[in-house]
């Protein structure tokens, strides 16, 4: 039985004390970023990404991965008690969550969410320990050709899962992948795009711009809503659910976390798209689909057991192939390499205690978050009551210092101000900043398996249409991007992506 | 000619010029062939790719009707990261500590709650807490007073 050796493994790594400590931080720091809108676990992660240069690998990687996904047990709460999505992946949950707790049913809606994220955190972590090390021992075989296909694939994925208008998003991964190619280029040392300066011949930090643009652009952009923020409606009376709460919870939780587990997979926010799909297919099975919005369970049960279970299903392509699929999982990339760990499929048989460890800490991680959320929820409420204009100078003085000490650098903090200002025009002209930020770390990725396969082939490039890998992964990128271009599936994402606003 | 998307138009605008700019600059890259691809190539082809995009979002903008873009709040973009760029010019000449300071007072007051009261005591909490935390605490090396005060 390997699995059960293995998993013996990730079980003595995640139970040292250390490793349990920084587990409960990790999930600690992550419910309470998740309960507090306005700051999200990208920005939160790379504030955090200069603490993990102390800790053990192991330790810095089962922090951060706590923090994701502990957020999205957080965001459920401020959806349901305030009205407010705490992360943009609880927008689903919003709707019957919130009018639940408008019924007094705010401790049975917390604790469904509770409930079905712990059910489809358990699940996932399963599917990811099984998953996982067949798919590394597949990506040991892809050469650059596969590579630089795969990125093809993700980042069409991507656009696919991107809301508004597709065209613009398009645009969006290009001009990241352009910014992402700033500095000196490997095999040539020329300076690209640089200005003349010397800062930039590096290239620009991903942190920086991620820092920028999602926490920078964000606080502009909830100041201009100052006025209607944070009313608390409902108070947390009984916390448990009934025998008939539990019996109709049972089908949307297991729906949510399978929806969650495929979705969160792909590129882009899995996650999100996770928490739509999950709440659409509730309505569409249901019997009373009329009654959505107005207070079902199920309404909560299904979003909030998809996000979760897409968060962490979002960590099997960072495992196994060393590619981001979202902003987070490039930090957490970020943190490997800080570690001086290269990621890639060679991370599972080179790092086993890193890999298992980090698996079993999920797990454990969402014991500690089902005892953080439910029992000590009035402690989250009081959270979420501290007003924003205290939150967000306190926000940015983490991102300022943050960014400055990732290389000593005012450039870099005048820098990050820049991207604020991008983030906060992008925003307005409804042009997503996750497909621009994944195209950024995946430009100079590109641009070197595309070289080195072009030599490999001697400038032929149709062996990327010869080599089976590479060929079936460029196909089903043509027939996402087909299937999304046709008129009928446009409409439904239409419609999916509208019920947000 | 209207403009029926502006959303599509101003972006596309920005699209066009970014990579078309990209384009002209890349020209001064080696592009080298198709086999091996020099420093040029890429960055040429992505430009290309951009700037069609954005021509495409364009021409699309005066076709397909679209939302109004939502009103800009100049003064609170300014002040957020304004606040920002000041940490960063104080950051070295008068140190960590003066810098916390200036930047949540001054990021604080683009707030329409905003107190002085409730600002200063903020703004010397969070000094402190980061003094504790970043430079006692986590040992980054950072001055907590800057070279104009002889730090």
Redesign the interface.
């Known amino acids: 039985m390997d699995l059960l050796t293995n998993l013996a493994l990730g079980f003595d790594t995640a139970l040292t004390f250390y490793n349990l400590l920084y587990c409960f931080i990790g999930v600690f720091i992550g419910t309470l970023i998740g309960v507090l809108p306005g700051i999200g676990p990208v920005a939160t992660i790379a504030m955090l990404l200069?603490?993990t240069f102390?800790l053990a690998p192991v330790s810095a990687m089962i922090m951060l991965a706590g923090i994701y996904y502990g957020a999205q047990y957080g965001g459920s709460t401020s959806a349901i008690l305030i009205n407010l999505p705490g992360e943009v992946t609880s927008v689903a949950t919003v709707l019957d969550g919130h009018a639940m707790a408008k019924q007094g049913r705010a401790g049975v809606a917390l604790a469904t969410a509770a409930i079905g994220s712990f059910v489809a955190g358990t699940i996932s972590t399963f599917l990811l320990a099984a998953f996982a090390p067949p798919l590394a021992e597949l990506a040991l075989k892809f050469g650059p050709h596969e590579y630089f296909a795969l990125m093809v694939l993700g980042l069409v994925a991507s656009i696919v899962l991107a809301h508004g208008?597709l065209?613009?998003a398009?645009?969006m991964i290009?001009?990241g992948?352009?910014l992402g190619?700033i500095g000196a280029?490997v095999?040539?040392g020329?300076q690209?795009?640089t200005f003349d300066i010397p800062e930039l011949a590096d290239g620009v930090g991903f942190v920086v711009a991620a820092m920028g643009m999602f926490g920078?652009g964000e606080?502009?952009r909830n100041?201009?809503n100052?006025?209607t923020r944070n009313k608390l409606v409902g108070s947390v009376t009984t916390l448990m659910p009934t025998r008939e709460d539990f019996r109709r919870m049972v089908g949307p939780i297991l729906r949510g976390t399978f929806i969650g587990s495929a979705l969160g997979i792909l590129p882009g926010n899995g996650a999100l798209l996770a928490s739509f799909s999950a709440y659409s297919v509730e309505k569409k099975i249901s019997k009373t689909p009329e009654q959505f919005g107005k207070g079902m369970i199920e309404g909560v049960a299904a979003p909030e057991s998809a996000n979760n279970a897409g968060a962490q299903t979002s960590f099997i392509p960072m495992l196994t192939l060393g590619i981001p699929s979202t902003p987070v999982m490039a930090l957490m990339i970020g943190a490997l390499i800080i570690q001086g760990i290269q990621p890639g499929p060679t991370v599972v048989t080179n790092q086993p205690a890193l890999f298992w460890g980090l698996i079993v800490s999920m797990w454990i991680g969402n014991v500690f978050l089902l005892i953080l959320n439910l029992p000590l929820v009035g402690l989250w409420v009081r959270m979420i009551m501290v007003?924003?204009?205290?939150l967000?100078?306190?926000i940015?003085?983490f991102?300022?210092?943050g960014v400055?000490?990732l290389s000593?650098s005012?450039?870099d903090?005048?820098l990050?101000?820049?991207f604020?200002?991008l983030g906060?025009?992008?925003a307005?002209?409804?042009?997503e900043p996750a497909p621009m930020l994944l195209g950024f770390l995946l430009?100079p990725m590109?641009?070197e398996y595309?070289?080195r396969a072009?030599?490999i082939s001697?400038?032929d490039?149709t062996t990327f249409l010869t080599r089976p890998i590479s060929a079936s992964m460029l196909i089903i990128a043509v027939v996402v991007m087909v299937i999304v271009l046709l008129p009928a599936i446009r409409k439904t994402r239409e419609v999916a992506f509208k019920e947000e606003d | 000619m209207t403009i029926r998307n502006p959303k599509d138009f101003w972006s596309g605008l920005l699209f066009l010029a970014v990579g078309g700019t990209a384009v002209l600059l890349a020209q001064k890259y080696k592009l080298g062939t198709a086999f091996k691809m020099g420093p040029g190539y890429f960055p040429t082809a992505l430009g290309g790719l951009l700037a069609l995009v954005g021509l495409l979002a364009v021409l699309r903008s005066f076709i397909r009707p679209g939302t109004a873009i939502e009103p800009f709040h100049w003064r609170l973009l300014l002040m957020v990261t304004g606040s920002t760029v000041l940490f960063g010019l104080l950051m070295r000449g008068a140190g960590l500590s003066v810098a916390v300071l200036a930047l949540v007072l001054a990021s604080s007051a683009a707030s329409i709650y905003f107190r002085w009261r409730t600002a200063l005591i903020l703004a010397a909490g969070l000094t402190v807490m980061t003094v504790l935390l970043f430079v006692k605490g986590l040992g980054l090396p950072i001055s907590l007073i800057g070279t104009w005060f002889g730090g």
């Open positions: 200069p603490v102390t208008s065209l613009r398009v645009g290009l001009l992948l352009l190619l280029d095999n040539s020329a690209r795009f920078l606080i502009a100041l201009e100052e006025a007003p924003y204009h205290m967000y100078p306190a940015l003085v991102c300022a210092i400055y000490s000593s005012t450039f903090v005048h990050m101000a820049l604020g200002v906060y025009v992008f307005k002209l409804e042009c430009g590109m641009e595309l070289r072009m030599i001697r400038g490039a």
